[in-house]
């Protein structure tokens, strides 16, 4: 589709959007849009234009009419879900739904479906709260494609979905190609693709998951992720020189010979922010952070520009990446390589000693970074300094004192705020050189790692006001508060630890919660309090009004430092420049609707960080195969009527412990206390109780791990649990072999 075609069609996309809206309940009829645009449309454009907005979730085709979904408040379109127990979720715009069973109207995992959500509520059990809604419609199958390995089963060959939720029974039918029992593969689905019952045909074979590279392959193939650039783009982008040539500096600040630096990862590729740091003869620090002006060139519209938006971010797997643009712009002309010169958007803040900024300055720049450095080389620098360093650093070494001292403010200013800061430990892979797992280590996050978060934080921040103020449109980065139930749930939690939350149920303040964390400093259970506290959290989200971000305790919030990565910095990037260039513009890019645009953008975003934990999960359960019969130590992560779930120490990966691996008697769940408790012994197993545990095998199929309860383990500062009483309306578990 050339440029011209494409914004064509977002046109025309729009112009029925905005028709169907005034049209109310009723809408339109079918026949009236084609007529009434029939002299500047074929009917195929209109038709496609029209399922293009189903897509998206805007309009509904019913009873021969189009009709939009904003004018029906009693309709919503979601993503369905599906649960084993033939039961499903739907996943709308604000709210999810509980969808119960024979309600489904053969929606399977993934379909986008539209429901009636009634005022019922499900009483009990892992979706208790959630409104119910039965399906009214499958409006688009999720795909017509299912990845899954081969298994033979009396003659006939099944495919096992990679979606451990998926209910579908799938018979392979024709030419396998090769594949073997237990190798992954792709299936196209045949027929109509409703029902539990489907059949397909075999059109990619992975391979064995223990070949390299074929578990990554899976993952990307299951969630859909483009991994490969069209023709079209890579030869945009062939056309772009190495380093930008001298006309291209013209009417830019000249900063090249300002003292900055890039710190990243030591595997990291593409460097999209550098920093400088300078203090002032008033006592103040000027804070420089200078961005990847990769909106001079991916021009909207362009094959890069779809390609990039259709991408929404890069995706980052322990030894592969899949870049959001072209290498030879990610980690080449847009990368702030060391030593050349590289054009920027550069961000400068004046900030006092209590880090308040008090004054904000942006421009275009061209910056030559000094240095490409590392998170650990600026920590042994600063942690474990040594004489030669003034030498070997020279005028980047005061630089980076300052840098730290800095933070230091600002992190203090962001604490004083109510800011959260979950600093919780993560399980990262060593892998060998064909990557396969051969260790797990915790992952650090210390000094260094602090200065490029509050740096860019502040940057973030001071780019959300400018736009806000200025009117500009924008992308935004919100986070609302905690929804008033999950607030409860987490009090019911943290209660039987001695721990109390001074807060407003309706309104809850992020100091409240920062208080709670900060109550368990230094307590065994800190690392289990911060991830209860997060997990209470909403999701954050992209949308075109500035909302506040509420974990940062900050009114203006967005993602401005990684246009490299992220599509809602480039929209972003596109819309400062407009005012620093003075090209004003008012209802965002040319012919680009920002609200549909932050939906399409917080959904890739949640399918690179499921797909990347995924991965990391099945990396560790693969790696933890050869282990079973070890002990370990963990902590109690999940209560549940069918167990608990126990996350092991150091290795940061969650299995299961059986209910009827227990002990000889029955187990009481009691839901509110978040507790199994035996009957005849009264033995107590509750949440972040901490345990040892005997890995019993791994679950290739759902990629978890079966353990056995050893015993629980003594720990200090524990207060006692009280002495199980008369338990009314309690869930009964199974008894041992039961």
């Given amino acids: 589709m050339s440029n011209s075609e494409s914004g064509r069609s977002k046109r025309?996309?729009?112009?029925?959007?905005?028709?169907?809206?005034?049209?109310?309940?009723?809408?339109?009829?079918?026949?009236?849009?084609?007529?009434?645009?029939?002299?500047?449309?074929?009917?195929?454009?209109?038709?496609?234009?029209?399922?293009?907005?189903?897509?998206?979730?805007?309009?509904?085709?019913?009873?021969?009419?189009?009709?939009?979904?904003?004018?029906r408040d009693d309709w919503e379109v979601g993503t369905f879900r599906s649960q084993r127990s033939g039961a499903g979720t739907v996943r709308s715009r604000d709210e999810s739904f509980y969808v119960p069973r024979n309600q489904e109207r053969g929606a399977r995992d993934g379909d986008k479906v539209l429901v009636r959500p009634s005022n019922q509520r499900k009483r009990r059990g892992r979706h208790s709260g959630l409104r119910t809604a039965p399906v009214l419609r499958v409006l688009t199958s999720a795909t017509a494609e299912v990845v899954g390995f081969l298994e033979r089963e009396r003659g006939e060959w099944l495919l096992i979905p990679f979606d451990t939720q998926s209910r579908l029974r799938i018979t392979v039918t024709g030419d396998r190609r090769g594949a073997k029992e237990g190798e992954y593969v792709v299936v196209e689905l045949e027929g109509s693709g409703q029902g539990d019952e489907a059949t397909g045909k075999v059109v990619e074979v992975l391979g064995s998951v223990y070949d390299p590279g074929v578990d990554v392959d899976v993952v990307v193939r299951h969630f859909q992720i483009p991994d490969e650039m069209p023709e079209a783009v890579l030869e945009e982008a062939r056309t772009f020189p190495e380093d930008p040539p001298e006309e291209e500096l013209e009417g830019r600040e000249d900063l090249r010979d300002l003292v900055t630096v890039t710190i990243d990862g030591k595997t990291a590729r593409d460097f999209d922010d550098a920093i400088s740091v300078e203090r002032l003869e008033n006592g103040n620090f000027r804070l420089g952070v200078h961005i990847a002006d990769v909106s001079h060139y991916v021009e909207p519209g362009s094959a890069l520009d779809e390609e990039a938006l259709r991408r929404g971010n890069s995706v980052y797997y322990p030894e592969r990446a899949i870049p959001m643009l072209p290498e030879r712009l990610s980690t080449g002309l847009c990368s702030l390589r060391p030593e050349v010169p590289r054009l920027a958007v550069s961000v400068f803040l004046e900030i006092d000693v209590l880090g308040r900024v008090q004054s904000r300055r942006f421009c275009r720049s061209v910056i030559r970074s000094h240095r490409r450095m590392t998170y650990d080389e600026v920590r042994r620098i600063l942690e474990q300094g040594r004489p030669e360093d003034e030498e070997e650093y020279g005028e980047i070494l005061p630089m980076l004192l300052e840098a730290r001292a800095l933070m230091t403010c600002l992190y203090r200013a962001r604490t004083a705020r109510g800011s959260l800061d979950f600093d919780l430990p993560e399980g990262d892979v060593i892998l060998d050189t064909d990557g396969v797992v051969v260790g797990i280590r915790p992952g650090e996050r210390h000094s260094a790692h602090r200065i490029i978060e509050e740096f860019m934080i502040a940057a973030n921040r001071a780019v959300a006001r400018e736009l806000e103020e200025k009117g500009q449109p924008g992308i935004y980065r919100v986070h609302h508060p905690p929804d008033p139930e999950r607030i409860g749930e987490l009090e019911e939690i943290l209660a039987p630890m001695g721990v109390r939350m001074d807060h407003d149920r309706d309104d809850p303040s992020p100091r409240a919660l920062q208080d709670v964390i900060r109550q368990m400093e230094a307590h065994p259970q800190e690392d289990f309090v911060s991830q209860v506290v997060l997990r209470a959290q909403q999701r954050a989200i992209y949308y075109p009004e500035c909302q506040g971000h509420y974990a940062l305790a900050a009114n203006h919030y967005l993602h401005f430092t990684s246009p490299i990565r992220r599509y809602p910095d480039l929209v972003v990037h596109r819309s400062l420049t407009r005012l620093l260039t003075g090209r004003k513009q008012g209802g965002g890019e040319k012919g680009l609707d920002l609200e549909p645009l932050s939906d399409h953008l917080s959904q890739t975003e949640r399918r690179a960080e499921a797909s990347e934990r995924e991965l990391l999960q099945w990396k560790k359960v693969r790696f933890l195969s050869s282990r079973v019969g070890e002990r370990f130590t963990g902590r109690i992560t999940g209560v549940m009527p069918f167990g608990l779930f126990v996350q092991l120490d150091e290795l940061f990966v969650d299995g299961l412990v059986p209910i009827a691996t227990l002990g000889d008697e029955y187990f009481e769940f009691e839901e509110k206390a978040h507790r199994l408790v035996g009957t005849q012994t009264g033995t107590v197993y509750r949440l972040a109780d901490p345990v040892e545990v005997e890995l019993e095998d791994v679950d290739d199929r759902h990629r978890g791990l079966n353990l056995r309860m050893v015993h629980r383990l003594v720990e200090k500062g524990r207060k006692p649990e009280p002495e199980p009483g008369k338990r009314r309306g309690r869930r009964r578990g199974r008894k041992r072999g039961g």
Avoid: H
């Fill in 12 to 71: 025309l996309r729009l112009e029925l959007r905005s028709e169907l809206e005034r049209a109310g309940r009723k809408g339109r009829p079918a026949r009236y849009l084609l007529s009434r645009w029939s002299d500047e449309y074929e009917p195929d454009e209109i038709e496609g234009a029209l399922d293009g907005l189903a897509r998206e979730g805007v309009a509904v085709f019913w009873d021969t009419r189009w009709i939009a979904l904003d004018a």
